[in-house]
Structures are given as C-alpha cells and as structure tokens.
Nanobody, 124 residues
Framework: QVQLVESGGRLVQAGGSLRLSCVAS????????MGWFRQSPGKEREFAAA????????VYADSVKGRFTISRDNAKNTVYLQMNSLKSEDTAVYYC?????????????????WGQGTQVTVSS
C-alpha cells in the first residue's frame, strides 16, 4: 500500500505563489499517474491536475489552467503542484492521490490512495 504525504500549504496573499509537494512511499512511484485535488468547506472534492507515470502528459481543470503546473520527480518519489497568480477562490485543502487507471480520470472516486491534505489559504 502506498503512503502519500503533502506539504507546502500556508497562508499567502492573492497574486502570490506556492509550491506543494507530495512524497510517496510503499509502492513503485513511477507505475501510477498522480493527481491533485482540492476541497473547500461545504464543497465537494474537485479535480485540479493530474500527471502521467512518465510525466509526459498533464491534465488540468479549467479553473487552474494557465496558473498551476503539475510535475513529478520519479527519482525522488515526489509530485509537485506549482501554483501562481493565486486567487481567494483557490483557498482549500489540497490532496494528492494515486492509483487511478488513467491520467484522464478526474473523478475522486477513481483514486484509491490519498494523502492527508495540506491547507492553502489565499487572502484577498
């Protein structure tokens, strides 16, 4: 079973940047696509970005496209989410996930393995 640990969340001003990290252990990291999701209070968990096993394919939600960049370093068992031009509506707990059958899966139920999340708060 894989373990995922996110970090990097904090309070940031609107227009600022953050980079989230997610370190995986317990399973061959490079065998699975990785995804980032987010959840705000009172809202359902929503897809933000995903990256294929090799990193050659990336997929983004329309709400973050052009502002967020997902990447991975298979040698370090780590996936990143670079977030630029942050907006107050980006405030959420951000989760990394893995185990989906395809990088194009945007449904949280398609990911069996999750981290504990990291809080991102964007002040306006």
């Amino acid at each position: 079973q894989v373990q995922l640990v996110e970090s990097g969340g904090r309070l940031v001003q609107a227009g600022g940047s953050l980079r989230l990290s997610c370190v995986a252990s317990g399973r061959t990291f490079s065998r699975d696509a990785m995804g980032w999701f987010r959840q705000s209070p009172g809202k359902e968990r929503e897809f933000a970005a995903a990256i294929s096993r090799s990193g050659g394919v990336t997929v983004y939600a329309d709400s973050v496209k052009g502002r967020f960049t997902i990447s991975r370093d298979n040698a370090k068992n780590t996936v990143y989410l670079q977030m630029n031009s942050l907006k107050s509506e980006d405030t959420a707990v951000y989760y990394c996930a893995t185990g989906a059958p395809t990088v194009y899966n945007r449904d949280p139920s398609g990911y069996p393995d999750w981290g504990q999340g990291t809080q991102v708060t964007v002040s306006s």
